[in-house]
């Protein structure tokens, strides 16, 4: 079955500096991809998705993240983290065939200080 | 449009009680799925309809939980009785047709509380 890790319980960043949050997969094949946000006392947000094509994925926000097959890795990033950007961050994975299923990691909780 | 709806938001109760959550989904949208957040156990899939139908219902933790949807627009998720492991946030989401690629659409959740 598909799993997914993020290695980074939390991450602390200044306003202004480059983000980069981890997400490893476990799948045999190329399986969907997905980050998502969720914002203090809120439902979670997508970020962005992959499914194929163009490894650089753009998303909402600024944020991008890259799909590395050969490290089972698809990792977010910012290039300049606001203030507003401070909230939990989820990785998912869906496999194709298998319907709906999603399976999401941990969380990354992100904290910006000034 | 409105986006997936919630309520209530916050619930508190006590051990032994019934709890209804109830979620409407986003209008259009095929599919409902329902989640439990822990510290713990992070995200979890409870239950997941298509078309007012359970298909899987295997995250369901135990016979205490029981969800339905009797139309496109409802669903409501039970549990009785209810107990204080039983405390988390509770989340429904909607696709258009619940594959896998399809973008789920979250509400904000209900913050469960059983003392």
């Known amino acids: 079955a598909q799993s997914v890790t993020q290695p980074d319980i939390h991450i602390t960043v200044s306003e202004g500096a480059s983000l980069e949050l981890r997400c490893n997969y476990s799948?045999?094949?190329?399986?969907?991809l997905f980050w998502y946000v969720q914002s203090p006392g809120q439902g979670l947000q997508l970020l962005l998705k992959?499914?194929?094509?163009?490894?650089l994925v753009q998303g909402i926000k600024g944020f991008e993240a890259e799909f590395k097959r050969s490290q089972s890795s698809f990792n977010l990033r910012k290039p300049s983290v606001h203030w507003s950007d401070a909230a939990e961050y989820f990785c998912?994975?869906?496999?194709?065939?298998?319907?709906?299923?999603?399976?999401f990691g941990k969380g990354t909780s992100l904290l910006v200080t000034p | 449009d409105a986006g997936v709806i919630q309520s209530p938001r916050h619930e508190v109760t006590e051990m032994g009680q019934e709890v209804t959550l109830r979620c409407k989904p986003i209008?259009?949208?095929?599919?409902l799925f329902w989640y439990r957040q822990t510290m713990m156990r992070g995200l979890e899939l409870l239950i997941y309809?298509?078309?007012?139908?359970?298909?899987?219902d295997s995250g369901m933790p135990e016979d205490r939980f029981s969800a339905k949807m009797p139309n496109a627009s409802f669903s409501t998720l039970k549990i009785q009785p209810s107990e204080p492991r039983d405390s988390a946030v509770y989340f429904c989401?909607?696709?258009?047709?619940?594959?896998?690629?399809?973008?789920?659409?979250f509400g904000p959740g209900t913050r469960l509380t059983v003392l």
């Open positions: 989401a909607s696709s258009r047709a619940g594959f896998s690629t399809d973008t789920q659409y």
């Open positions: 799948y045999g094949a190329t399986p969907y």
């Open positions: 992959y499914f194929s094509g163009d490894t």
């Open positions: 998912a994975v869906g496999a194709p065939n298998s319907g709906y299923a999603l399976n």
């Open positions: 209008s259009g949208h095929n599919s």
């Open positions: 309809f298509n078309n007012n139908v359970p298909i899987d």
